[in-house]
């Protein structure tokens, strides 16, 4: 299914795609939400102020999908605010994001083995499709680069194990302890400013709102992949909501319609309208 959002959206000129990297094109860290959610609550929790359980997690749910896309070092800077608002005294972000990082690792360690072991197929922790978009993309000249918000030293990793690298001629870009130093708005106002592309030259992929409204902010072509993992067979309506949002053109649940996906961005002459 891909849903066209704005009138002919077209990515025709398009000269470098941008694309996200956890739930758009890795699954392997699938579930990562199950992990930093309920330690967030327990560690707000232990300041005793007073809220339950349920109350925390919804608070915690709210600002955790805000930032979702962005560094994950702004996630636990908002839990040390929220620790320190409640009159508690936070540990350093980044001690909270080794405790994040060690937990998600215990949860995610046999899916890394199995790969580091040749014993899956990459394309089992994919998004169904991403690696045939990829090659099309490829084919049609487009400069592509991979930005994401988890740590270059992993997702490097990760995507090494995807066997992804290679598609990424522009670089491979993650999140740094210095989180104030890399974004995915620097990196697409760094190529606008170097005069190597025009913002309506970009297109965009991501399952969170960070690139793709940075996307859309220069006038680029944002597909919007409300990916319902780890199956990512159909849309999931929280990400879906938050894509809209936040400027996509389109939204699909994964790349298998790549045929009518192709049409529908380079075509001059869209007639999609929801499909």
Excluded at 4 to 25: E, H, N, Y
Excluded at 78 to 103: C, I, M, Q
Excluded at 236 to 257: C, H, Q, T
């Amino acid at each position: 299914m891909i849903e066209c959002l704005r009138p002919k959206p077209s990515a025709a000129r398009a000269r470098v795609a941008l694309f996200d990297f956890d739930g758009t094109i890795s699954t392997i860290r699938s579930g990562w939400m199950d992990v930093m959610v309920p330690m967030m609550v327990e560690i707000i929790g232990a300041t005793k102020s007073g809220e339950t359980e349920a109350e925390l997690t919804e608070i915690v749910r709210e600002f955790v999908g805000r930032l979702t896309g962005k560094q994950t070092m702004y996630q636990m800077v908002e839990l040390a605010e929220n620790v320190a608002s409640r009159g508690g005294t936070p540990a350093d972000p980044l001690e909270y994001k080794k405790l994040y990082l060690s937990r998600l690792h215990e949860k995610i360690a046999s899916r890394l083995e199995e790969l580091e072991a040749g014993h899956a197929d990459p394309e089992k922790y994919m998004v169904p499709g991403a690696r045939h978009m990829l090659e099309m993309l490829r084919e049609r000249g487009l400069k592509m680069y991979l930005a994401s918000g988890t740590d270059q030293i992993y997702m490097r990793h990760e995507a090494n194990l995807l066997q992804v690298t290679s598609y990424f001629d522009g670089g491979v870009f993650g999140a740094l302890d210095d989180y104030k130093a890399f974004s995915k708005r620097i990196l697409i106002q760094g190529l606008i400013a170097n005069s190597e592309f025009r913002g309506d030259e970009f297109l965009g992929f991501g399952d969170g709102y960070v690139e793709i409204e940075n996307i859309h902010e220069v006038n680029g072509v944002a597909v919007g992949v409300a990916t319902d993992e780890p199956e990512c067979r159909k849309v999931d309506e929280w990400k879906r909501e938050r894509l809209v949002k936040s400027g996509a053109g389109f939204i699909i649940p994964n790349f298998l319609d790549l045929d009518e996906l192709s049409e529908a961005l380079f075509s001059s002459e869209h007639a999609i309208s929801h499909v």
